[in-house]
């Protein structure tokens, strides 16, 4: 069993853990398409990726891709801590440009489920930080886009100051200029 909690985002979830515990630990299913579907949230995530960040305040994002290869991902952090943010990107939103942030973390085990039409990334809050994505199609470097990170039409409040970014990452258009 997995539980959902809608983020103030419509489409974006917190998804947590529901453990069976004995002697051993505990086990507990992180993906089931047919509880994510029961939950209107109809992802069949195809692909999985790691990402290693050896320092605290290292900004990875705001990443996005466009239609047709849009992604839907599910980002859990299985190492460190991170804060975790999207971006509501679809144009056609009342909630077109607000953002939502959560922290993952090893301790925690939750995960954000981050559905097409939003620019996610994430800083680290702790040296040595693992992430995991599980991602719904085969990224195309083609329909790769991003926002900037400090976007002022975002308004994102950082929990710290980036001290390590791509130069990719920090030179993406602000949202007047981002082809979203």
């Not at 680290?124 to 991602?135: P, R």
């Amino acid at each position: 069993m997995i539980a959902f909690t809608e983020a103030p985002l419509p489409g974006a979830y917190l998804v947590d853990l529901v453990p069976s515990r004995d002697v051993r630990g505990f086990f507990a299913r992180s993906y089931s398409p047919q509880e994510f579907a029961a939950h209107g949230v109809a992802a069949e995530l195809r692909e999985c990726s790691v990402s290693y960040n050896e320092r605290k305040a290292t900004l990875r994002g705001l990443h996005y891709q466009l239609a047709p290869h849009e992604e839907h991902k599910l980002v859990r952090c299985t190492a460190g801590a991170i804060f975790d943010v999207i971006v509501d990107l679809r144009t056609s939103s009342s909630h077109y440009r607000r953002w939502y942030g959560a922290e993952l973390n090893a301790e925690n085990r939750r995960a954000l489920f981050v559905p097409p039409g939003f620019a996610h990334g994430f800083i680290t809050l702790t040296d040595h930080t693992e992430v995991l994505y599980m991602i719904s199609a085969a990224h195309s470097p083609a329909h790769a886009r991003g926002a900037r990170w400090n976007d002022p039409s975002f308004g994102i409040e950082w929990p710290l100051q980036p001290q390590v970014i791509a130069p990719r990452d920090a030179e993406y258009p602000l949202l007047g200029t981002a082809g979203a």
